[in-house]
């Protein structure tokens, strides 16, 4: 086990009404301002407009999802790196291959269909410290 992996603190949230999710979530990325978040969703759609919506809340997200062309990804995962945005918005498929350092917090905010989608997910942040996850 790596000291990544053993640092790692995760959190299960059961929220019980599916119109409170975004509530939650906007709750919990304002208690954490200026930290860089890495948001998991299902599909490109819900990517799409969650990063809209946190966007309209006055929050720097981006999304990256197998919708945008590559030119597109590569430019909204700089964006994240140099921290012009603080949330990364992602399908649970775009995690493979991610490898991103610093990250303070990776939120499942869909359950992922398998197992093998939530560990690349978890892997996909590597922090230098300890980093919550929460699903």
Do not use: W
């Amino acid at each position: 086990m790596s000291s990544c992996q053993r640092q790692l603190t995760e959190c299960l949230t059961f929220v019980t009404a599916h119109d409170c999710r975004d509530c939650y979530l906007v709750y919990v990325l304002t208690q954490m301002p200026g930290s860089t978040v890495m948001v998991f969703t299902r599909t490109c759609e819900s990517t799409r407009l969650l990063a809209l919506m946190l966007r309209k809340l006055g929050m720097k997200a981006i999304p990256i999802s197998s919708h945008l062309s590559q030119a597109k990804r590569l430019g909204a995962l700089n964006k994240f790196k140099a921290g012009e945005c603080n949330i990364l918005v992602c399908t649970g498929l775009m995690s493979r291959g991610l490898d991103i350092p610093q990250v303070d917090l990776v939120i499942n905010y869909d359950i992922p269909e398998n197992s093998k989608a939530y560990k690349k997910a978890q892997k996909s942040a590597q922090p230098a410290y300890a980093m919550p996850s929460i699903t």
